[in-house]
């Protein structure tokens, strides 16, 4: 039987992936996990979205292909090497705007300004995660979508993995601490993802 439309990979994939290799980034979104956000994206028809960490753009293209032509996507690195390789493949495509930027000092400054939230927030870095996480929460609007993954695996060169099973402990707990969210844990599923609605 042939592939459908929504089985297939994004078509920027296969040459994202390549210009990955290249730069020998090995931290790029999961296949499984961009199946879900693409899901999640098309779950949101005009919908405003977030991805903190684009790294080359793997999972930019994962949300872009779930997206419909209203909707918008903000993402965000602060390697402009990686980001050459997102931009590359996705500036020609009007729905994106890609920023360079610290990821804890933008969500800092986009939390205290009255614009619009977002129906999907993406967290593939530590801010937005690990550090900042109030503010990321708050940029979701009522019926919008938290993302976080890699809570299975250890972010090469970033800390020892005693000390990233730590920081994922306290994550999950602070989270689910939180009033006013339903929670989907999916830890023992692909790179180990958590998926929160607010209500």
């Not at 609007?141 to 005693?162: H, I, K, N, T």
């Amino acid at each position: 039987m042939a592939a459908t439309q929504n089985s297939r990979r994004p078509v920027t994939l296969d040459a994202i992936e390549h210009d990955t290799e290249g730069i020998g980034f090995s931290m790029s979104c999961e296949e499984a996990v961009g199946q879900l956000l693409r899901a999640l994206a098309a779950a949101k028809p005009g919908g405003r979205i977030l991805e903190l960490g684009t790294g080359t753009g793997a999972g930019t293209a994962w949300l872009l292909a779930g997206m419909d032509a209203q909707a918008r996507l903000d993402t965000l690195d602060n390697d402009p090497e990686r980001l050459g390789v997102a931009r590359r493949h996705h500036t020609p495509d009007p729905r994106v705007t890609i920023f360079e930027a610290d990821g804890g000092e933008w969500l800092s400054a986009r939390a205290t300004d009255d614009g619009p939230g977002y129906d999907l927030v993406f967290a593939d870095t530590r801010p937005g995660k690990f550090t900042h996480l109030d503010e990321a929460l708050s940029l979701v609007d009522r019926g919008g979508f938290y993302v976080v993954d890699d809570l299975a695996r250890q972010p090469s060169g970033a800390c020892a993995p005693e000390d990233h099973c730590l920081a994922v402990e306290a994550l999950i707990e602070n989270l689910e601490s939180r009033a006013g969210w339903e929670r989907l844990p999916l830890l023992g599923w692909s790179c180990g993802v958590l998926v929160m609605v607010r209500k």
